[in-house]
């Protein structure tokens, strides 16, 4: 069986990373011998649509779980679509972790565990974002949407100008990242329908 672990560096003894979208790496273990492969998560820098991405490279490794701190409900919608099932590993190593999901002692995810846009914080000016494009540079990351594809516009309804002079360019950047999100809702969209379509 191969399962993915969020760690902090590239090796078995790497201590599991508290983050999914974010964390700097993916470990991909064969739990019969322990033999992995060690993944950077492309998605760790992202401006935007983070945790999407880092769920779609999952997938795309085809493993059979996933192992992590904490999952927004972006990434963990596009996991239970195709049925991969996620387990809370609260520390410890990526073996440690391994080791308990085997003797059964890890809890299986029934939902999110962390706000949409938890990894997020304050950032600079528009970058490019998820599927190309342009994407978010700054905001809060105070993830107030509800789980699911609503989760998409609370973050951005948290996201309010510091205020001053600053007021216009952001009005203006805020505008922009509506589009942004309404551009990623689609790809969710889309990406959920051809999993329903291909199952």
Known sequence: MRVAVTV???ELDAP???VFGRCPCFLLVETDDFSYEAR???AAGAPGGAGIQAAQAIVNAAVE???T???GPNAFALLQATQIPVYRCAGGTARQAVEAFLRG???????????AHAGMSWGAGMGPGAW???GMGAGRG???GQPGRAGWMGGLRGAQAPGGAEASGSAQELAGLREEVERLRQQVDDLLKRLDQLR
């Open 8 to 10: 902090e560096g590239p």
């Open 16 to 18: 599991v990373s508290p």
């Open 40 to 42: 950077p998560n492309e």
């Open 65 to 67: 779980a996933v192992i």
């Open 69 to 71: 701190g904490q999952i």
């Open 105 to 115: 002692e890890l809890e299986r995810l029934g939902g999110p565990s962390a706000q």
């Open 132 to 134: 190309g494009g342009r």
């Open 142 to 144: 105070a993830g107030r």
